[in-house]
């Protein structure tokens, strides 16, 4: 990995922390522990500014008397199709559900490729139409691009990065240090279904099973919870990377209040649960695409929940836990039996190249 | 090049044209004509739309009522650091630059980072350091971001895409369909500048010169430019990836006007021009990073120029040419010796990863 940088007599200091980790490791990805160390002790610490601190999956803007939503993401998924889409599609998804999680609707998008010397044409070329068949669907055209190619051997088929940019929702607060004791969680459906649609195509762990990744665009259901609950809905979250628990975990640090989840009322697709036991993960770590984390006041979460069976993306929905006093920065789980435990932060890298 | 793709029993037709490149080559990156190809044949078909179709480098949106200018850009420059810059500040002056052609002053930028595992960390943390720095010298904060690690041997160490969104200003109404037979074609300084530079430092390819990229923020400049002549201004552009040439063809192209270069008034400082020369390349399409192409009316081009000259990183600007009603898409150049040659499009790759 020459970078072409001169010896340094130094040594190499690095001039901020981090130097419990001397290299970038496949971990510092994931979703967990390690990302956010990355996240607050180098870009937070060398970037901070007030939009940089308020949200971690998009940052609010205002503009001209806009009030603005941003967010950014990179897609370096592998493989690139997987069984209910692909890193177009996916691409689209994600960035469309950042910035609905900000509570904005989202009016567009920019894109940036990194294509690879060699990518087959025709590889390219259906994933730019399952882009614009899910812009399409979204009603997000892609407003800009780029693309870039590097020489074989130097990436790995194609990533895609997209920003997207919307308006925030008449209403609409939300933000993970908003969460309150009282509070009601959330979930639109069940959780873990993109990670394991992806690993049942991962090259040595292939099995039968007809499990699609969730991969959806969520920002019409987000309007609608917003349009019933508006102030009353305090964070808004989609659960990828890290999945459940780690998105849990976040917000429960951010706003200092403690998490109590219920086992039971997880909603856990049977196919799901069977290949998680079969692969040896934990389904509260497996990366979403298509899920979204509500947390509402109390007296607004039944009919927030009612809302989100009405719609089509919305029809598992179940309240999962609740937001205490107890145990602050802290996810608690009962589970059936009866028992509690912490459920952690994801702690090193369960499935990289996830999104 | 696995893609997890199912072999296709239709023998894998390609949904949209580009049937005579089967796979992507280097220069489909290299903005030239290959690069042309992919964005009209296959990115501008299947993404249609009209803020798409308006700029290259950009995109205009109006929301609720603020007119805004987007743009994003994925940078892959090998090596990381080179004279004069890195790939850090590289993705902050060459986004803060797409935005300012626009004729916008950039409020914000999203930064997305796709690292190869195994990458040392005081090398990301240098990168950090110099966006920071260029952010900060610009004034335009990196307000959100995204971080993805992919396996060693996927990727290149670092590669950074910037989105940035800016408020037009005012009085601004520039794009490519603007220039106008008489119009003055100005630019801020010596051409070819970055692209030496970086190749000054490639492996296999050094040699002896105290030669600096030019890359640098130039919203100011823009800004300056913008108040002096507003509406006169009719096109900015950056002429990076192809360079001088490729850049005033496409805008030939888009206008349907011909544009007429007079070589002995193009900047080309003399070690630039030795180096060229050493190299083989034409200095006419080398990629730079701190240079602005001005298409402005006759009447207002002797103030803008002054303007330009008055400013720090436009002391040395000159008006190189004019649009002329004669030859429609086409850029000629009159020789030193008198003589006149068509410039065309850059075709194939000339200086691969420059940006």
Chains 1, 2 share one sequence.
Do not use: W
Request: hydrophobic fraction near 40%.
């Amino acid at each position: 990995m020459s970078d072409g940088t001169p010896a340094d007599p130094s040594g190499g200091s690095c001039p901020l922390p981090l130097r419990d980790y001397p290299h970038v490791l496949l971990a510092h990805g994931g979703g967990g522990v390690l990302t956010q160390t990355l996240i607050e002790g180098l870009f937070l610490e060398a970037f901070r500014n007030p939009a940089l601190e308020t949200l971690h999956d998009g940052a609010r803007l205002e503009i001209d008397g806009a009030r603005l939503a941003v967010s950014t993401d990179s897609f370096v998924v592998r493989p690139l199709f997987f069984p209910g889409g692909d890193i177009g599609s996916l691409a689209v998804h994600g960035t469309v559900n950042d910035v609905a999680m900000c509570g904005a609707r989202p009016v567009g998008l920019a894109a940036g490729f990194i294509l690879e010397e060699g990518l087959p044409m025709e590889t390219l070329s259906r994933v730019v139409v399952s882009m614009r068949d899910a812009a399409a669907e979204a009603g997000v055209p892609i407003v800009t691009g780029d693309t870039k190619v590097v020489d074989r051997g130097k990436g790995d088929g194609i990533f895609v990065n997209t920003t997207g940019i919307g308006t925030l929702l008449p209403g609409a607060d939300v933000a993970p240090t908003r969460a309150r004791p009282g509070d009601v969680v959330l979930i639109n459906g069940s959780v873990a279904v993109h990670g394991i649609a992806v690993m049942s195509v991962r090259e040595g762990l292939e099995f039968d099973t007809a499990l699609e990744s969730d991969s959806a665009s969520l920002h019409d259901l987000v309007a609608r919870i917003i349009e019933t609950a508006a102030g009353k809905v305090h964070v808004l979250r989609d659960p990828t990377r890290g999945g459940l628990a780690s998105a849990l975990n976040e917000i429960a640090t951010q706003a200092d209040v403690g998490i109590r989840l219920d086992e039971s009322s997880i909603p856990l697709r049977e196919e799901v649960r069977g290949a998680c036991e079969i692969l040896g993960f934990d389904p509260l770590y497996v990366a979403n695409e298509g899920k979204c984390l509500v947390i509402v006041e109390r007296d607004a979460a039944e009919e927030v929940l009612a809302a989100m069976r009405l719609h089509p993306r919305g029809r598992e929905s179940a309240a999962i836990g609740q937001v205490v006093d107890e145990h602050p920065q802290r996810v608690t789980l009962r589970s059936r039996i009866g028992g509690s435990r912490v459920v952690d932060m994801l702690s090193g890298e369960q499935l990289p190249r996830i999104c």
